[in-house]
T-cell receptor, first 112, second 112 residues
Framework: GEDVEQSLFLSVREGDSSVINCTYTDSSSTYLYWYKQEPGAGLQLLTYIFSNMDMKQDQRLTVLLNKKDKHLSLRIADTQTGDSAIYFC????????????FGTGTRLTVIP | EPEVTQTPSHQVTQMGQEVILRCVPISNHLYFYWYRQILGQKVEFLVSFYNNEISEKSEIFDDQFSVERPDGSNFTLKIRSTKLEDSAMYFCAKRQENTEAFFGQGTRLTVV
């Protein structure tokens, strides 16, 4: 079955880069996603990458995909206090209903 | 204006009672979902709904659960006889074919 793993906590200083890592087990993943959850809010899609890509950059966000190792990472450049949240990695493994399988989430704390 | 609105934001219920969680996807989309997140655990898929019927459900979605979209607007999750272990955050989501999923802010269900 599908299994998505993330480390639970990450602390960085304001202005530094954050790197949040995720591993998954299903090699038939089609899309891989990063969602952000702020306190009391829903899941906000930050970015996603199709499985035939290695990298995607979107302003301060860089997603790297190593399909051979089934490893996904999210790099946030110049991390700000407003980036403090829980970040979820998720995968979908087929088209159609595209159910998402989520990791446990990584709580990012940005220290001023 | 949020894409998906869930009500209530917090529901406290006694064990054995029925609860109905509501989701209002403002615009028309193809697929609708319920996910849940037990405190400290992963976001788990419960059920997907397409063309007014269940298209897929997980092992969690047993006979105690049901979903409806009775008036083409509200999308509801009913738990017939709540158990303590049903306490969780429940997220509604919607999407079109192979596009991002929009999540609601969640309903926190507490069963006492």
């Amino acid at each position: 079955g599908e299994d998505v793993e993330q480390s639970l906590f990450l602390s960085v200083r304001e202005g530094d880069s954050s790197v949040i890592n995720c591993t998954y087990t299903d090699s038939s993943s089609t899309y891989l996603y990063w969602y952000k959850q702020e306190p009391g809010a829903g899941l906000q899609l930050l970015t996603y990458i199709f499985s035939n890509m290695d990298m995607k950059q979107d302003q301060r966000l860089t997603v790297l995909l190593n399909k051979k190792d089934k490893h996904l990472s999210l790099r946030i450049a110049d991390t700000q206090t407003g980036d403090s949240a829980i970040y979820f990695c998720a995968e979908s493994i087929r088209t159609g209903a595209n159910n998402l399988f989520f990791g446990t989430g990584t709580r990012l704390t940005v220290i001023p | 204006e949020p894409e998906v609105t869930q009500t209530p934001s917090h529901q406290v219920t006694q064990m054995g009672q029925e609860v109905i969680l509501r989701c209002v996807p403002i615009s028309n989309h193809l697929y609708f979902y319920w996910y849940r997140q037990i405190l400290g655990q992963k976001v788990e898929f419960l059920v997907s709904f397409y063309n007014n019927e269940i298209s897929e459900k997980s092992e969690i979605f047993d006979d105690q659960f049901s979903v409806e979209r009775p008036d083409g607007s509200n999308f509801t999750l009913k738990i017939r006889s709540t158990k303590l272990e049903d306490s969780a955050m429940y997220f509604c989501a919607k999407r079109q074919e192979n596009t991002e999923a929009f999540f609601g802010q969640g309903t926190r269900l507490t069963v006492v």
